[in-house]
Nanobody, 126 residues
Framework: QVQLVESGGGLVQAGDSLRLSCAAS????????LGWFRQAPGKEREFVAA???????????YYADSVKGRFTISRDNAKKTMYLQMNSLKPEDTAVYYC????????????????WGQGTQVTVSS
């Protein structure tokens, strides 16, 4: 069982930066693929970024094209925390951001994760 709690959202201006955090509970945190999704008003939830870690391959990260080059996902297995550094924010980044965890990377990226946080609001004004 994994519980996820997001934090770090807020109201910023276009071009600003924010860092979201996702704190997790659970004994096998390092074995999970972690990810960020977002949902804007009137739109479906969409994939933002994901990160996996294994002893053999190390860190692998994936990004949606819309955030590539601006957002950076990272994880600290010792702290059981995942981060999303968001730079050069745009008004179209406005959404509720959710973190997710799943032991299957494909399931997570498809938005069918077993575990979800409650979400944190990010609002970017123009």
């Amino acid at each position: 069982q994994v519980q996820l709690v997001e934090s770090g959202g807020g109201l910023v201006q276009a071009g600003d930066s924010l860092r979201l955090s996702c704190a997790a509970s659970g004994r096998t945190f390092s074995s999970y693929t972690l990810g960020w999704f977002r949902q804007a008003p009137g739109k479906e939830r969409e994939f933002v970024a994901a990160i996996t870690w294994t002893w053999t391959t190390g860190i692998t990260s994936y990004y949606a094209d819309s955030v590539k080059g601006r957002f950076t996902i990272s994880r600290d297995n010792a702290k059981k925390t995942m981060y999303l550094q968001m730079n050069s924010l745009k008004p179209e980044d406005t959404a509720v951001y959710y973190c997710a965890a799943d032991q299957n990377p494909q399931t997570l990226r498809a938005g069918r994760s077993d575990y979800w946080g409650q979400g944190t609001q990010v609002t970017v004004s123009s």
